[in-house]
Antibody
């Protein structure tokens, strides 16, 4: 069974960088069968694409966030990561890591990140 | 960006009755490979989204057959033939034909 687990600080100060990691089990990122994605959901609101990454390191970012987003992958640890810089309160959300891009068939449980001083 | 418009946004349904959610896109979702990348997701209260339907009408493994998807071009529909209590939650359509992929606003299904 494929499982994804987000981890990282739950509280980030404004203007700082949000960092999250997604550990994957039950599948191997380096097989290259899927892209690996990040999606976020502000409290009580809908879903927003952040972007996705391939095992080779190729990335695709939502243009609305592109200037602040960096994704990376560590195939030796079977995990991938998200960094979002210069955060504001508007970045407060549950962040999900997800397998696939068009697929989105397996989701992590989500990590709530609050931006507050 | 492609705008995905769902209706209704709130859907009160009596147990055992059918339900239908509409999703319309601002452009055709037919991709150059001939596929239409339109998915439906269910998000139960306090849970992560779960994919129900992919490429318009393909039901995921473990999804009850009372769920069905249909449509083409810019108009799509998710139908539940007989609503059960476990179906309560928010339903999202999502297009993955045009980058950035975009979601609908969500339709909240509740039991009357």
């Amino acid at each position: 069974q494929v499982q994804l687990q987000e981890s990282g600080p739950g509280l980030v100060k404004p203007s700082q960088t949000l960092s999250l990691t997604c550990a994957v089990s039950g599948d191997s990122i380096s097989r290259g069968d899927y892209y690996w994605s990040w999606v976020r959901q502000p409290p009580g609101k809908g879903l927003e694409w952040i972007g996705y990454i391939y095992y080779s390191g190729i990335t695709y970012y939502n243009p609305s966030l592109k200037s602040r987003v960096t994704m990376s992958v560590d195939t030796s640890k079977n995990q991938f990561s998200l960094k979002l810089s210069s955060v504001t309160a508007a970045d407060t959300a549950v962040y999900y890591c997800v397998r696939g891009r068009r697929d989105l068939d397996y989701w992590g449980q989500g990590a709530l990140v609050t931006v507050s001083s | 960006d492609i705008v995905m418009t769902q209706s209704p946004l709130s859907l009160p349904v009596t147990l055992g009755q059918p339900a239908s959610i509409s999703c319309r896109s601002s452009q055709s979702l037919v991709y150059s490979d001939g596929n239409t990348y339109l998915n439906w997701f269910q998000q139960r209260p306090g849970q992560s989204p779960r994919r129900l339907i992919y490429k318009v009408s393909n039901r995921d493994s473990g999804v009850p057959d009372r769920f069905s998807g249909s449509g083409s071009g810019t108009d799509f529909t998710l139908k539940i033939s007989r609503v059960e209590a476990e179906d309560v939650g928010v339903y999202y359509c999502m297009q993955a034909t045009h980058w950035p992929d975009t979601f609908g606003q969500g339709t909240r299904l509740e039991i009357k």
